[in-house]
């Protein structure tokens, strides 16, 4: 069992950065892909970027790659998402979520794949 809990969100203005952080409990935090996604008002929950448990791999979905680094500190259960050149279209609830990864690729890019979830921190970014 994981239990997650986001935080770090806040209202700042076009072009700013923010970085978000995800506590993890559960003893085995360092086994498993963590991933963030974000949901916006009237739309699906989507993708935004995942790390390995090793932290040796990154994936980003395009709308975020170049401005949105995943990274994490296994000793402190932490995994974090810093936000850069953010824009109006960030704006969206950000969540934290955790999947098992026995093959170590950390290549998790689907929401339905995950198996914990945070309860989500609220980010907005006005133009």
């Known amino acids: 069992q994981v239990q997650l809990v986001e935080s770090g969100g806040g209202l700042l203005q076009a072009g700013g950065s923010l970085r978000l952080s995800c506590a993890a409990s559960?003893?085995?935090?360092?086994?498993?892909?963590m991933g963030w996604f974000r949901e916006a008002p009237g739309k699906e929950r989507e993708f935004c970027g995942a790390?390995?448990?090793?932290?040796?791999?990154?994936y980003y979905a395009d709308s975020v790659k170049g401005r949105f680094t995943v990274s994490r500190d296994n000793a402190k259960n932490t995994v974090y998402l810093q936000m850069n050149v953010l824009k109006p279209e960030d704006t969206a609830v950000y969540y934290c979520?955790?999947?098992?990864?026995?093959?170590?690729?950390?290549?998790?890019?689907?929401?339905?794949?995950?198996?914990?979830w945070g309860q989500g921190t609220q980010v907005t970014v006005s133009s």
């Open positions: 559960g003893r085995t935090f360092s086994r498993y892909t």
């Open positions: 790390i390995s448990w090793t932290g040796g791999s990154t």
């Open positions: 979520a955790a999947v098992p990864d026995y093959s170590g690729s950390g290549y998790y890019v689907e929401r339905r794949a995950y198996v914990y």
